[in-house]
């Protein structure tokens, strides 16, 4: 057998042996923890309005239309009134004022009994009233993760709960992707 290629055969041996020692070395060597522990996780939440409309049924009063706005026909019936009731009363020119002091008031009274009859005439509806009312309601928005990665301890906003751990990449730092998580 020739000499050189016996080295040679040796020498590849050699360099094929340190270069699979070296690729597992660096396989198995540990470069730092592969994951974070959690040490608190507070959820961030924010106020949510969501508006609906209410409706209630509700018992509304109306006047009745007038027909008579003067109450003329009060007036007229309560001064005729009026002068008769006071034309019973005393003699001579007597006779003649109270008559006229009978249908005077007589007509101020009819009027007012035909205003307040008016005002007491009126009917019931039933309307639908509406308005809007705001529901509040709390909506988690992100969460506030405390960790400790190498006896340090951190914060970080994160999107979700990470549970217990959160993985940590080759570089060490904390892997925050969802893509990240199993």
Do not use: W
């Amino acid at each position: 057998m020739n000499k050189s290629l016996l080295v040679g055969a040796v020498l590849g041996a050699v360099g094929v042996t340190a270069g699979g020692a070296l690729a597992t070395y660096s396989l198995v060597k540990n470069n730092g923890p592969e994951y974070a522990d959690v040490l608190a996780v507070e959820p961030v939440k924010e106020q949510i309005k969501t508006p609906r409309e209410v409706c209630k049924d509700v018992a509304v009063t109306h006047r009745a239309p007038v027909k008579d706005q003067h109450q003329i026909v009060g007036s007229v019936i309560g001064a005729v009134a009026g002068g008769l009731l006071g034309n019973q009363v005393g003699g001579g020119n007597g006779k003649k004022i109270a008559t006229v002091a009978g249908a005077v008031g007589g007509g101020y009274a009819g009027n007012k009994v035909q205003e307040g009859m008016q005002n007491r005439d009126t009917y019931t509806t039933t309307e639908t009233r509406c308005n809007t009312v705001n529901d509040i309601s709390d909506k988690v928005v992100g969460y506030n993760v405390k960790y400790k990665l190498n006896d340090k301890v951190g914060q970080v906003r994160m999107d979700r709960d990470p549970g217990s751990q959160i993985p940590v990449n080759k570089e060490g730092q904390l892997e925050l992707s969802q893509a990240g998580q199993q």
